[in-house]
C-alpha cells in the first residue's frame, strides 16, 4: 500500500528521502537539515547556500497579493533562510513557472518588487530560469550568502540552562492572512448575489484601516538582517538560530530535537502586537495559538548562553520568553496561570 505524504509532513518527507545520503566532497561542511547548507571552498568565508519553492494556491494567492507584493515577499523569505544562520545574503537565482494568463506587465511588476527587496539587502539578482506552466504560477528562488568560516549558527548547538529569545512580534502575519481571507469571501459572496450590473458596481472594497500592520505583516514581511547586526555588536553569539517560517512552537521543537534538549517558555512573555490582539477577539480566536503557531512571522527565534542575559535584556526589539531545560523534561508552554502544557508542532505544513 502506498503510504501518503502527509503522514509523514514537510520535514519529516525531508527526512525520510535523505537519510541514507552520505556528503562525498569535503567542501561540504553541512547538507541538508537547517536553514541552509554551509559549503567552504578554502578561504575565510562559509557559504551559504538555500532554496525555496513558492506555489501559487499552496503559499500565495493572487486574489488579493499584488506581484510586486510577491517578489519583494518570495526574496525577503530566502533572505530570511541566511539571516537565520547569522549570515549575510550575497545573490540569488530565480526561476518561474508560469500560465498563459500572466502578461509582461505582470511579471515586470514581480521583478520591481525582487528588486526592491533585493536593493534593501544589497542582494544581486544574479541569474534563473523561466519555462511554462498548466496550473499558474510557480516561483523557484536560490539564495547565496556568506558567513566568517566556522560561525554559522545551527539549530543544534542549544544548551542546557541557554536563554529562548524572540525578535519582533508573532502572530500578526497570521491574523492578517485571516482577515484577507476572510474579506475574500464576503467579496466573492456578493458576487454571487448580485444580479445587475449595478448591483456589481455597487460592490465596495473591503475597509482595512486600523489593520495596516497585519497587512504588512503577511503581505510585505522584513526579514531581520539587523537583529543579527545588532547581535554582532552587542558580542552575542546565539547559541542555536532559526527563522519562524512555520510557527514559534514547530521551529522551538526542531532547535530542541537536533539539540536534544527540552524547554520552558512563558505566554505571558511572548511578543504579540495589540492589532494581533483585536483582530483574535474580533475572530473569536485563540491569540496564544495564533502567535505559536502561526508563522509567516520570519523573526529570528535563538538562544543564548545565560551569561548573556543583561545584554539581551537590552536589546531593542528582541524577548526573552523562556529557556532551554534536560531533554528528559521535555517541551512546554508555561500559562499565565502557571499551568503546564505540552508543545505540539501545529504550524504550517504545506504537505497537509
Avoid at 22 to 49: H, M, R, S, W
Wanted: negative net charge.
Amino acid at each position: 500500500m502506498a503510504t501518503e505524504i502527509s503522514t509523514l509532513g514537510e520535514f519529516g518527507l525531508i527526512k525520510h528521502l535523505t537519510k541514507h545520503i552520505e556528503l562525498k566532497n569535503p567542501e561540504t561542511k553541512y547538507g541538508v537539515g537547517d536553514d541552509c547548507a554551509v559549503l567552504n571552498y578554502g578561504d575565510d568565508k562559509d557559504i551559504l547556500v538555500s532554496t525555496d519553492l513558492l506555489m501559487e494556491g499552496v503559499h500565495f494567492d493572487l486574489t488579493y497579493l499584488p506581484m510586486k507584493h510577491l517578489g519583494y515577499k518570495a526574496a525577503m523569505v530566502n533572505f530570511s533562510d541566511i539571516y537565520a544562520m547569522g549570515g549575510m545574503p550575497k545573490q540569488i537565482t530565480v526561476s518561474v513557472a508560469l500560465s498563459k494568463r500572466f502578461s509582461v506587465e505582470d511579471m515586470e511588476e514581480f521583478y520591481a518588487g525582487l528588486q526592491l527587496a533585493c536593493d534593501a539587502h544589497g542582494v544581486d539578482i544574479a541569474g534563473g530560469d523561466t519555462t511554462s506552466s498548466r496550473t499558474g504560477f510557480a516561483i523557484s528562488i536560490t539564495v547565496v550568502g556568506e558567513v566568517e568560516k566556522g560561525k554559522a549558527i545551527y539549530r543544534n548547538g542549544a544548551k542546557e540552562t541557554d536563554l529562548i529569545c524572540v525578535s519582533g512580534d508573532l502572530g500578526a502575519a497570521y491574523m492578517g492572512f485571516q482577515l484577507l481571507e476572510r474579506e475574500k469571501e464576503v467579496y466573492y459572496k456578493q458576487i454571487e448575489t448580485a444580479k445587475t450590473d449595478a448591483e456589481r458596481m455597487a460592490i465596495s472594497q473591503p475597509d482595512f484601516s486600523g489593520r495596516e500592520y497585519l497587512l504588512e505583516r503577511q503581505m510585505k514581511p522584513e526579514a531581520r538582517r539587523d537583529i543579527v547586526l545588532r547581535l554582532r555588536e552587542a558580542g552575542i553569539r546565539p547559541t542555536a538560530m532559526m527563522d519562524i517560517s512555520d510557527g514559534l512552537s514547530s521551529e522551538l521543537l526542531h532547535i530542541c530535537t537536533q539539540s536534544k534538549c527540552g524547554c520552558r517558555i512563558y505566554e505571558e512573555r511572548i511578543p504579540i502586537d495589540y492589532q494581533t490582539a483585536v483582530m483574535c477577539e474580533e475572530m473569536n480566536m485563540n491569540l496564544t495559538t495564533a502567535a505559536m503557531n502561526g508563522g509567516e512571522d520570519y523573526e529570528l527565534l535563538f538562544t543564548v548562553p545565560i551569561a548573556d542575559h543583561d545584554k539581551i535584556e537590552q536589546m531593542e526589539d528582541v524577548k526573552l520568553i523562556g529557556h532551554i531545560t534536560k531533554q528528559d523534561l521535555g517541551c512546554a508552554l508555561i500559562t499565565r496561570d502557571g499551568a503546564e502544557f505540552e508543545l505540539k508542532a501545529q504550524g504550517w505544513n504545506a504537505l497537509k
